[in-house]
Each structure stands twice: as C-alpha cells, then as structure tokens.
C-alpha cells in the first residue's frame, strides 16, 4: 500500500494509539446520541434502547480480496460500505438504526490514515441515519484486511418486514434499479471506464445507499414481508419465497434495468438478475398496501416503487420462480444465490 | 486439515447447506430463551431486552494464526473461547449475558464437522450462561479463517463495572489465578507436556472460564470499577488507573501464580503479569465493600478473591504502577499492553 503525505504505518503508531486516533474521530461526529449510555473505552459499550422496542442485530464481513481490494476502493468508501450492507439489513426489516461495532482486522501494512478515512466513512453515512459507533476492537490479520460491523436498529413489535409473511396475490416490487453495483465490478475488473454511465455503476457498488427511510416507510404502511437484494433478484427472491411457501411471477418487461446497462452489458439480464449488492429493497404488498406505499414515498420525494411481478400459492407445494418474458413466453428462472464456497465471480 | 470420518468439505456442503447444520445445532439447543424474538433465518435477529435495561456490547475477533492454530486448539474448545472472550467483558462490565452473533470467516478447506463443532462449543458456554447465538454471516477467509463474536447483555442504570470509578484507597483484587493461559501457549508452542500441571494450563488457554457470575456478584456487592485481564495485570491494571487517575501499588508476595507456574518456568513472573488472556476480573473496592465481595462469593461458593495491592492519588497527576517485592524493595513496574502491531509472542 502507499502511504500518502502525512501518514505513518500503523506499525508505528500501534494499537493504542489508534484506538486514540479512531476514538477522537467517533468523539467529534456530531451524531445524535440515540440512547448511547458509554461509547468506546470501557470494557463493552452501553446503550438504552427506547422503551417497548426489540433490537434488530445483524452483522456482515468484508474480507480483503474477496469483498474488496485496495485498488478498487479508497478508505472512505471502505468505510460506508461495511457499514451500508448493515443498515440495508436492518432496513429490510423496517428497523430505525441505532448503534454499531466495529471489529477491524489489519494487515500491518495500512498507514494511520487509511484506518481513520476508513472510520470517516462510516461516521459520514452514520450521521445521515443517526447510527453511533459506540464501540469495537481492532486485531491483527496478517493474511487479509477485514471489517465486520455489527449494527443494531430498533423495531416496534408488529411492525417487522420479515421474509415469511409474504401474502398470494401479493404485488412483488423494488425500490430502485437492478444491477447498476454488478456494472461498477465489471468495469473495475475489466479495468475500462469506457462505458456510458460508469461513474454511477462505481458509485453503486463503493458506496451502496442503504434504502432505510425506504424500509421504515414501507413497515409504516402496512407492508409485513421484504428482503434487501444483497445476492441478486435470483438469489433473494428464492429466499422470500420459500420463507412464506409461495411462487412468484415476474415481469421481463418491468424490470427496472438502467438503459446503460442495458447498453453497456451484452449480458445486462445476468447483472440485474444475478448480479446482487444492490442493497434495494424487494418488498411484497396486497394493491392496497402497495397504493398506500406509493403515497408514502411520493409524500417523502423518494422514487416510486417499481412492482415486477405477482406472487402466488406454490402448485404441488413447491415454490417456483417464472418470467414472462418480452415475447410472452413463460420460462422458469434458475435460482440460486451466489455460494461463498462455490465462487463465481471476485470479488464481492 | 484433515477431515474426520463423516465429514465433508465445505466446498461441497455449500454456504446454504452450512446454514443449515448451523441453524440446526442453534435450533435444537436448550438454551432459555431471554427475551429473543427472531433467530437465525431473517435479515436481521430480533431480541427483546427487558423494560429499563441497558445494552452492554462488545465485539472480539479470534483471526487464525495470530489467536489460534488449528493444531493447538479443536474446534468447540475454538467455539467456546471465541464465546467466552467476549462474555469476559460483559462479566467486566457486572453485564448478564443475552445474545450473540457470529460472523465466521471460513479458508474453504474445513470441513462441516468443524464448523458444526464450532458451534457446538459455542452453544455448550452459551448454555452456561443462558446466552443464545441468534444470528451471523459467513463468508469466505480463504487467507485465514477469522471468528467474531458480538456478544449482549444487560446492565442496570447505576450497577455497572466501570474502568473510570476506582477510588483512592480502594483495594485491588482479582478473582483468580494468574499465568496459567500463557503457561499454555508456552507448552504449545515449545511442544512438550512435561510440565507438572499442564492439563490445567492447557485448558486455561484453549476454554477459559468468563466470570460471569463473580461480575454479576461485584455489581451487586456494591463494587463500581472493574476491567477483565485479557492482556496481562501490566496491560490492563495501567487501563483502569488512568481511566481512574489512580496509582497502584501491587505486592509481589499476595500475586496469585500457582505453584505449577512457579515450578515449571523460570519467568513465571513475565507469565504471570504480562502472559495475558487468564480472562480473571480484576476489580477495586473498599475495605467494606471488599468484605461484602468476599461474603457474596463464599455464599456461591466461589473461591475468595485476591487482594493483590491498593490504589492511590497519583503524585504529579501522573499514574504509576508499583510493586512491593519479597525483599520488602519498592521498584516501579513498566505496563504496558501487547500491542497487535508490535508483537511479541504469537499465536495469542
């Protein structure tokens, strides 16, 4: 790694010093407290959740190489990332954020700064969802730089969006565009920026907008069934489905694919169907919960949500996933999630 | 690593099927439930603390190579210490052990035994202690496997064991004996066992006990400034004397370091005060309140804790660490913690 001006190895300022360095940055953000009773120093951190809430706990991982490279993204974006792929698992349960942990394991090798943009980044996106880094530890991990964010939101019991209370006849939608985050890793990968719209599909896969405003909106509004698109429309949708023992549907036409990846990608379907992190929410409605939903969103300005198929009871006790296709033909889609274990396609 | 009759690579099982076994192992154990909603299976894991508690967190990651090898340690005594590093510092904190997730981090070389026997030995201590693993992530490790633990617990407002409540005048004690964890790593890493009493040492390392029970108990007996020694009385008494503004004078004679420590290594001292990782709380108290310490302990039945030494106001506002040796000299101590980036003794 380079060192830029000003920075020194972390060798050299050691553990405790940045523990110092980090503790000072989380200090002086200006997030609002949120029920924090004790942040980092002390033996654990402490935190009083509002009266009659439940805590949603979630924790995701970033490894070097298989998540993330050096090369591909700086610090700061590092940093909003490990905290964004939390915050859209505590939004896809329509959880307001709270607080976070962080464990940092360091190859030795990063300078101070790095470390400390690494933290900016989180504190930045934090601030904007009134989540606090109250606490962490930092290790060392010679082999391969790791982050994992632990985050906790608060819920109102019966208000949840869980994965099994998907309803037949219920609306399938999404609140964003599909497969923008899997351009940004083809183009990073083929190493060109020679496509038309890059900077939003880098954007989309460094710094990914955790849809938590979305999540709360739609628990609001009597929505009781969702998932974030983490592993691709074909890796979650399958999950939901199962989850509430029901078929989906859904609509070529409808899918919400970016004309430049549609341009910029022979096999823009595959990005957008498998190509996962895009960390919007797919959601599931009756008509009316989904009209109510849609006035929600326009009260808050945010882009309407893009219903892609229906739901229904699974023939033979099966849950399938079909497409009808532009033509009208009728094809049932291969599903699957991506498998840490039987990789396809690094990093993600 | 060699795979046990039976067991498969995880490259075969696959992620989904890994979750599976998991959520199997978790499902099926008989931990009492505490307050949770959701387990493992949805975005996020739901838990509900009781009315007016606070929420202790901590975090701590075990990294392969650095915290353990797989030739030193088996799986579930790997589960268990992961598990117990953390509920240490809830015990430090007078915190009752809740929840936990665990983000695990896999080479793709284990086999499903291992991680199932993982986490059998992390929900046998879980048991212990009525503490449920609700939730976690897996990814792929494949330059080292890494094992982070987010533990929970309960506080209530004004019973909590922190680093910064030491008084002037207050006794110094610990609940334990000192030096045998890393009289275990030494016998690992020079490979012999003939060292009387090693059995002991070795399962001081590889499955320290938390002190739970004896955290809850300070807390209770009034007791309002504590820290867990994971890194050695010279690393962590200096922590809460600065936390505190405090002097310590610690006596040579009253250091509990068994006679098998003694015997069994000529440096038994630098075990005993820098060694680390015996997870003993340390603790400061009043003489009357020391008393009430000793009455709550012999009432459970545990063995009585160990003044060591006393703390004091610091000349020139500058903490100070000293000890009172057999020959009645005076010397002054150099603290300091291991530092992850400036090692000195690996693996720990």
New interface residues.
């Given amino acids: 790694m380079q060192m830029a001006a000003g920075a020194r190895p ?2 050299e ?4 010093g ?1 523990i110092e360095g980090i503790s000072h940055i989380l200090d002086s953000s200006r997030v609002r407290s949120s029920g924090v ?2 942040g980092v ?9 509002r ?2 809430r ?14 993330f490279r050096h090369d591909w993204i700086d610090a700061e974006s590092l940093g909003h990332r490990a905290l964004a792929v939390n915050l859209s ?2 939004a ?2 329509g ?1 307001r954020p709270r ?1 976070a ?3 940092l ?2 190859r ?1 090798n990063e300078s101070d700064r790095w470390v400390y943009d690494l933290y900016r980044g989180m504190v930045a996106l934090g601030q904007r969802w009134h989540t606090r880094v ?11 730089a ?1 982050i ?1 964010v ?1 985050a ?2 608060e ?1 109102r ?1 019966g208000r ?5 209370q998907a309803q037949p006849q219920d609306i399938v939608a999404v609140t964003g565009p599909l497969g923008l985050a899997a351009a940004g890793v083809r183009i990073l990968s083929a190493g060109t920026l020679r496509v038309d719209g890059a900077p939003a599909m880098l954007r989309a896969h460094r710094a990914p907008s955790p849809r938590v405003l979305h999540g709360l909106l739609l628990a609001a509004a009597g929505v009781r069934s ?3 698109l983490s592993d691709g429309l074909l890796g979650d949708l399958p999950k939901l489905c199962a ?1 509430s023992n029901l078929s989906a549907q859904i609509e070529e036409d409808a899918l919400p694919v970016p004309r430049s990846v549609r341009w910029g990608f022979a096999d823009w379907q595959e990005l957008a169907l498998r190509g996962g992190e895009d960390f919007e929410l797919l959601f599931c409605a009756s008509p009316e919960t989904f009209e109510r939903v849609q006035q929600f969103f326009r009260r808050f300005r945010l882009a309407p949500p893009i219903a892609i198929g229906t739901l229904s009871r699974p023939k033979d006790d099966v849950p399938k996933l079909t497409m009808r296709c532009t033509d009208q033909r009728r094809i049932e889609l291969e599903t699957g ?1 991506y ?5 396809r396609d690094a990093p993600r």
Same sequence: chains 1, 2.
């Fill in positions: 972390i060798s300022v050691g553990e405790f940045l009773v004790l120093g002390d033996d654990t951190a402490l935190w009083q959740p009266p009659g439940q805590v949603a706990i979630t924790v995701d991982t970033l490894v070097e190489v298989v998540h698992d505590l896809a349960m959880a607080v942990v962080v464990s394991g360091l030795g109250i606490g962490g530890d930092i290790v060392s991990a010679p082999a391969a790791t994992s632990t906790h939101g819920t019991p949840i969006l869980r994965r099994d969702a998932i974030d989850a999630a498998d840490h274990f039987k990789p």
